[in-house]
């Protein structure tokens, strides 16, 4: 019985990556895919070369290993850090 549920779940896999790929639900979805395609193609970097001063350098450096001091704690208390609002969004 388990070996024939198996079968008939591999059977389905196929149905269900086409599902995925049958395109984007929405404009914005389709927008920002066309955003990052072309980001990935790198087709509309700026001519403008962005350089950092070295005073930018050396404070974007201390403020990256200043991270470093905050212990990441081994468990996340639940109470902590607020409420999921269930409203309807508006």
């Known amino acids: 019985m388990k070996a024939a549920i198996l079968f008939v779940g591999l059977l389905a896999l196929p149905l269900t990556s086409h599902a995925i790929d049958a395109g984007p639900a929405s404009a914005q979805q389709q927008e920002t895919e066309g955003w990052l395609l072309l980001q ?43 409420e999921v609002d269930s409203g309807s969004g508006g």
């Open 40 to 82: 990935s193609r790198n087709k509309v970097a700026s001519p403008t070369v962005q350089t950092q001063t070295p005073t930018e350098r050396e404070l974007a450096m201390q403020r990256w290993l200043k991270s470093y001091l905050h212990e990441i704690p081994q468990y996340f208390d639940q109470d902590e850090g607020g």
